[in-house]
């Protein structure tokens, strides 16, 4: 058993952040309407711009990815116009659920839990009525299945006036994403994924045509109002207070992400992913995700088949130093996901693996 000062996480969210990032937080407090803050809401924005390959403004406050949910609907759906959401689990169910909650006429396409949104889906929606915006989740976190982002895309920017808003919480410094090319118009995400940065700041890049859409929405809140966001980021500033020591752990992994470089974070998750199905498959574990659809960032195991007992597994695992997974919503216990996304090391998801094979081999 290795030595441990902390249960290290292997969830699907939080995740484990490196003792490097945790310090960067411990910088001496800024006035966050002086220069200081202007400088480092700047050196944010560069490095964003480059993850998410884009070079539209990317807000970054004091929210989680929910914040942002609400942002994007009150923002870009007009009162008298439709939302279409496709939903596939827990989180994109979550989003619509949100757009009704702000009085949005919405319709919803579902695809079963564990199976992708396709293309040929989005076109037969959209065949069928026009809508100001389309609502995806990139990565659904709940069934650990990452829906083809680019192929839809294709689709929805047939449609002129349909905005293309995209959830890449547990997706993006993960997985492949162009949020220009793929004419993404908002693409939101969060810190606690697979940025392994602490909870509690979210980044939210947004196209002008999303803002000439919220020029003409009356009534977009307050908080998450883009065309205050924005006017605030061209001060390199926020509206708001911002949290300055998350700011300061950003600045610090963004720049170690860019140093391990992009395309090469985005290999060491598929490296991860397929030691996590070769351990699945190795131990009689199915994969609950579609296949062809299957996370870099996480898996779902399906469990039914084995029928191991999840909440003596996390307790067998948290003995060992790691904090487990048991599955999410409905497929809780049926599933448990395995987080390996941010900075997770091939060697530290093989001591996990390992510490499962002993617990699976221990109960056979």
Same mark, same amino acid.
């Given at each position: 058993?290795?030595?441990?000062?902390?249960?290290?996480?292997?969830?699907?969210?939080?995740?484990?952040?490196?003792?490097?990032?945790?310090?960067?937080?411990?910088?001496?407090?800024?006035?966050?309407?002086?220069?200081?803050?202007?400088?480092?809401?700047?050196?944010?924005?560069?490095?964003?711009?480059?993850?998410?390959?884009?070079?539209?403004?990317?807000?970054?406050?004091?929210?989680?990815?929910?914040?942002?949910?609400?942002?994007?609907?009150?923002?870009?759906?007009?009162?008298?116009?439709?939302?279409?959401?496709?939903?596939?689990?827990?989180?994109?169910?979550?989003?619509?659920?949100?757009?009704?909650?702000? @009085?949005?006429?919405?319709?919803?396409?579902?695809?079963?839990?564990?199976? %992708?949104? =396709?293309?040929?889906?989005? !076109?037969? $929606? &959209?065949?069928?009525?026009?809508?100001?915006?389309?609502?995806?989740?990139?990565?659904?976190?709940?069934?650990?299945?990452?829906?083809?982002?680019?192929?839809?895309?294709?689709?929805?920017?047939?449609?002129?006036?349909?905005?293309?808003?995209?959830?890449?919480?547990?997706?993006?410094? @993960?997985?492949?994403?162009?949020?220009?090319?793929?004419?993404?118009?908002? %693409?939101? =995400?969060?810190?606690?994924? !697979?940025? $392994? &940065?602490?909870?509690?700041?979210?980044?939210?890049?947004?196209?002008?045509?999303?803002?000439?859409?919220?020029?003409?929405?009356?009534?977009?809140?307050?908080?998450?109002?883009?065309?205050?966001?924005?006017?605030?980021?061209?001060?390199?500033?926020?509206?708001?207070?911002?949290?300055?020591?998350?700011?300061?752990?950003?600045?610090?992994?963004?720049?170690?992400?860019?140093?391990?470089?992009?395309?090469?974070?985005? $290999?060491?998750?598929?490296?991860?992913?397929?030691?996590?199905?070769?351990?699945?498959?190795?131990?009689?574990?199915?994969?609950?995700?579609?296949?062809?659809?299957?996370?870099?960032?996480?898996?779902?195991?399906?469990?039914?088949?084995?029928?191991?007992?999840?909440?003596?597994?996390?307790?067998?695992?948290?003995?060992?130093?790691?904090?487990?997974?048991?599955?999410?919503?409905?497929?809780?216990?049926?599933?448990?996901?395995?987080?390996?996304?941010?900075?997770?090391?091939?060697?530290?998801?093989?001591?996990?693996?390992?510490?499962?094979?002993?617990?699976?081999?221990?109960?056979?």
């Amino acid at each position: 058993m290795s030595n441990f000062d902390h249960q290290r996480l292997v969830l699907a969210g939080p995740i484990e952040v490196r003792k490097e990032i945790l310090e960067a937080q411990n910088q001496w407090m800024i006035g966050h309407r002086g220069k200081a803050f202007e400088v480092l809401y700047a050196s944010l924005q560069a490095k964003l711009k480059q993850i998410f390959f884009t070079e539209n403004s990317i807000y970054a406050i004091a929210t989680s990815g929910t914040g942002f949910w609400e942002a994007a609907v009150r923002n870009c759906v007009r009162d008298d116009k439709k939302v279409l959401h496709f939903t596939s689990g827990a989180f994109s169910e979550r989003w619509a659920v949100i757009s009704k909650a702000n @009085g949005k006429q919405v319709d919803i396409v579902t695809a079963e839990w564990g199976q %992708a949104i =396709t293309p040929e889906m989005v !076109a037969d $929606a &959209l065949s069928k009525d026009t809508y100001d915006a389309v609502c995806i989740v990139h990565n659904e976190t709940s069934t650990t299945v990452t829906n083809p982002i680019k192929d839809i895309s294709d689709i929805v920017r047939q449609c002129d006036d349909t905005l293309f808003m995209v959830d890449t919480v547990s997706g993006l410094a @993960g997985i492949e994403f162009y949020t220009d090319d793929w004419g993404v118009d908002v %693409a939101l =995400t969060s810190s606690q994924k !697979a940025f $392994a &940065l602490p909870p509690g700041i979210a980044f939210c890049a947004v196209s002008e045509r999303a803002r000439q859409r919220a020029d003409a929405v009356p009534y977009r809140g307050y908080y998450f109002d883009f065309l205050s966001l924005e006017k605030s980021h061209q001060k390199n500033s926020t509206p708001s207070t911002p949290p300055v020591s998350l700011m300061y752990a950003a600045d610090k992994q963004l720049t170690d992400i860019l140093d391990e470089g992009i395309e090469n974070r985005w $290999a060491r998750h598929i490296k991860l992913r397929d030691m996590t199905h070769e351990w699945a498959a190795n131990n009689g574990f199915g994969l609950f995700a579609a296949d062809g659809y299957n996370s870099p960032t996480i898996t779902a195991i399906d469990n039914r088949e084995v029928g191991i007992d999840v909440n003596a597994m996390a307790a067998f695992m948290a003995d060992r130093g790691f904090s487990m997974d048991k599955g999410y919503g409905k497929i809780k216990g049926d599933t448990f996901r395995i987080g390996h996304m941010g900075d997770m090391s091939l060697d530290f998801l093989q001591e996990v693996l390992d510490g499962l094979s002993e617990f699976v081999t221990v109960k056979a």
